[in-house]
């Protein structure tokens, strides 16, 4: 099937859909909402695929006129001007329209599960995993997600051992998938009485939220020990059996909880992270084969790929996937410029799969 052949089926669908809504069909509420969300998500599709269309036509009626004999002088100077800007504008328009015909990722318009851990480096590695913690708090505010910090394990000197957190809001897996990896600082720590620059790091993850529908997990596959919480927190947190760990059997996977009071809400926490992680697994393994294939790549999302490095001294931080670097540290960190990095990386993202469809 050509291209020509796909935008009908398209413009056909969204006909088709059109005319279901306005005749009702029998539809019965949900069927109605589903029909709509297609309806809205296929138009800009649709216009595209007009406009694309329009100017097509501009051209061929340009050409027409162009050759034909008659044509006197200055009609025929016009055509060749209109036909040299449509010439311009159509390869601008048949990018964005191919954009938009990529397959979408399922994920991309789901809430994400932030978790951010200390990595190499001791005390300074748990300094920048606050930070870097700290960074998607005010990114995510600067958006108007909601951010809700769900556990945090820190090290009492300021630094985080690890931290997780709930971002809810508009497209947040889509703008944040490709933080997940290693990020590197490179800083003189306070401590440091010579002046000498310490490389450490912290993992990043950035799961997309799962619902019962997306994984249903067995109650038969768990294991739930319950035990009394340790570290800081209320009284009855320190002395009652509130604290939370499940393991699933079958994947080994293990999430602990205990920063609430309630065993209920650290059970329902714990669950809500387990679905991520199993979620996630799954569409790892579902696009293996599809990464595997691709010639460039932005990033697998494996935490154990070096992704960034935030050099302080010289203000600089540079993603290693696509060579960006910005001298704008203390932005980025207030989460400010860290959408120049987002939407470089969507971009890269976006430019690699539309080459596949070349």
């Known amino acids: 099937m050509n291209l020509d052949q796909k935008l009908d089926l398209v413009l056909a669908r969204h006909a088709e859909i059109a005319a279901a809504m306005a005749g009702g069909d029998g539809a019965d509420a949900q069927t109605y909402v589903r029909l709509a969300k297609e309806y809205a998500e296929l138009a800009p599709v649709v216009d595209r695929i007009r406009e694309l269309r329009k100017a097509e036509a501009a051209l061929a009626e340009a050409d027409v006129l162009i050759a034909d004999a008659e044509t006197d002088a ?14 311009e ?43 870097l913690f700290r960074m998607y708090q005010r990114y995510a505010e600067r958006r108007g997600w909601r951010f809700e910090v769900m556990s945090i394990s820190d090290t009492g000197l300021g630094g985080f051992k690890e931290a997780t957190a709930e971002i809810a809001g508009k497209g947040v897996f889509a703008r944040l998938k490709f933080e997940s990896g290693v990020h590197r600082v490179q800083r003189v720590p306070e401590t440091e009485a010579s002046g000498r620059i310490h490389t450490s790091a912290a993992t990043v993850a950035v799961l997309p939220e799962a619902e019962e529908v997306d994984v249903h997990i067995e109650e038969k596959d768990l294991r739930i020990d319950v035990y009394r919480s340790s ?23 293990v999430v602990a909880q205990q920063d609430e009071k309630s065993q209920h809400k650290n059970r329902a926490k714990a669950m809500k992270i387990l679905r991520a992680r199993l979620y996630e697994a799954e569409r790892a393994a579902r696009d293996a084969e599809r990464a595997a294939a691709r010639k460039t790549q932005v ?44 939407e470089a990386l969507i971009a890269e993202d976006q430019a690699s799969r539309l080459a596949e469809l070349a």
């Not at 016009?78 to 800007?85: P, S």
């Not at 570290?231 to 996977?253: C, E, L, M, W």
């Not at 790929?305 to 001294?313: L, Q, S």
């Not at 010289?314 to 120049?340: F, P, W, Y």
């Open 74 to 87: 200055e009609m025929r100077a016009l055509a060749q001007e209109e036909r040299a800007a449509v010439k």
């Open 89 to 131: 504008k159509l390869p601008a328009l048949e990018r964005q329209l191919l954009a938009l015909l990529l397959p979408k990722d399922a994920a991309d318009e789901k809430n994400a599960i932030l978790e951010v851990r200390a990595g190499t480096g001791g005390e300074e590695a748990a300094l920048f995993a606050a930070d």
């Open 231 to 253: 570290g800081p927190g209320g009284q009855s947190v320190n002395t009652t059996d509130s604290a939370v760990r499940i393991t699933h059997v079958p994947t080994g996977i």
């Open 299 to 342: 990033g697998s999302g494996d935490r154990s790929e070096r992704i960034r490095t935030y050099n302080f001294p010289q203000g600089r931080v540079s993603d290693h996937r696509i060579n960006l670097t910005l001298h704008k540290l203390d932005r980025v960190l207030e989460g400010e410029a860290l959408d120049e990095i987002v």
